[in-house]
């Protein structure tokens, strides 16, 4: 049973560069630390521009109840996210959360297997820290589009990865390619009770169509533009394969791969 989804206050612990174009933020809000679960999101307010009422979701990679904050990475794509960045230690916003559903544990699962594409290495990462509280064994595929923007291998690896295989466009880290390249070579060689994923949509789309293939469990967590970012707005909806729409906020973001048309 998650948590209500409420309005926190939130102050900004650190905000410091993560790798290129992404940035890592801790933030504390002690009650909203407690109630995140991985797979879930905060809508947060970026002061600074009172034009601008919009809250930005985000999702966590870590959150640490008994310190009472949680880290967001994120990338500076435009106006909001670049004010972001802009904020320092001390200062305070606020965030609604937690929000959305949280990725589900495998039941019974030997081995799984996770894959983040860009900026979707974020849930990807809470993705990895839940297995491994959980005991279940997994891989990992991380894919960038250069080695400067990768970010999360380390704590992978840290979290007990048994293989952390990196794909970039360009070939300056790992194998040049696709996630789907790798992840297709590691369904081959072994069995998977179930594959996480998140990153761009094309990504998610083709990791799909291999755990298809492959007879694999899929799990995928969506992106869509949001407002109010708990089901009452109507703006976030993702179609499904059987014709119908779900919200991305609240029936998601997490989805089983087989419901979503592609
Ligand atoms: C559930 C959820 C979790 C997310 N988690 C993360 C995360 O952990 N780290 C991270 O870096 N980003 C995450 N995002 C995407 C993030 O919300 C957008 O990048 C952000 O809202 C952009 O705001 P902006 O004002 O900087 O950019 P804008 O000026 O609003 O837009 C810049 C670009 O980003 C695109 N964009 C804007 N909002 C979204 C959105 N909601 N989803 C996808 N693209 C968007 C626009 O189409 C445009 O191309 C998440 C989105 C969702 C829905
Ligand atoms: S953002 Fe309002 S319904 Fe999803």
């Known amino acids: 049973m998650t948590a209500a989804t409420t309005l926190h206050d939130v102050t900004v612990v650190s905000n410091e560069p993560a790798a290129e174009g992404l940035v890592r933020v801790v933030l504390s809000a002690p009650a909203l630390a407690a109630a995140l679960e991985p797979g879930q999101f905060v809508n947060l307010a970026v002061p600074g521009d009172a034009s601008q009422i919009l809250r930005i979701p985000l999702s966590f990679s870590r959150a640490d109840a008994a310190g009472g904050t949680f880290e967001i990475v994120y990338a500076v794509v435009g106006d909001g996210t670049r004010r ?94 696709f996630t789907t390249d790798a992840l297709a070579e590691l369904l081959a060689a072994r069995s998977y009770d179930v594959v996480y994923a998140c990153g761009p949509e094309v990504m998610m789309a083709g990791v799909a169509r291999l755990c298809r293939e492959a007879g694999t469990r899929c799990l995928v967590s969506m992106e869509r533009m949001m407002c109010c970012g708990f089901g009452a707005c109507g703006t976030c909806n993702v179609a499904m394969a059987d014709g119908t729409y779900k919200s991305c906020c609240k029936d998601g973001p997490v989805f089983d791969a087989e419901e979503v048309a592609w």
């Open 84 to 177: 972001l960045s802009r904020m320092r230690p001390g200062d305070a916003t606020t965030a609604v959360g937690p929000c959305g559903n949280p990725w589900p544990l495998p039941v019974g699962a030997a081995r799984a297997c996770v894959v983040a594409g860009g900026v979707g290495v974020t849930p990807i990462v809470a993705c990895a820290r839940m297995l491994a509280a959980s005991g279940t064994a997994f891989d990992a595929v991380v894919g960038a589009q250069t080695a400067a923007r990768l970010w999360g291998t380390a704590e992978l690896a840290a979290l007990g990865a048994g293989e952390v295989a990196v794909t970039t466009d360009d070939g300056t880290a790992g194998r040049r390619g």
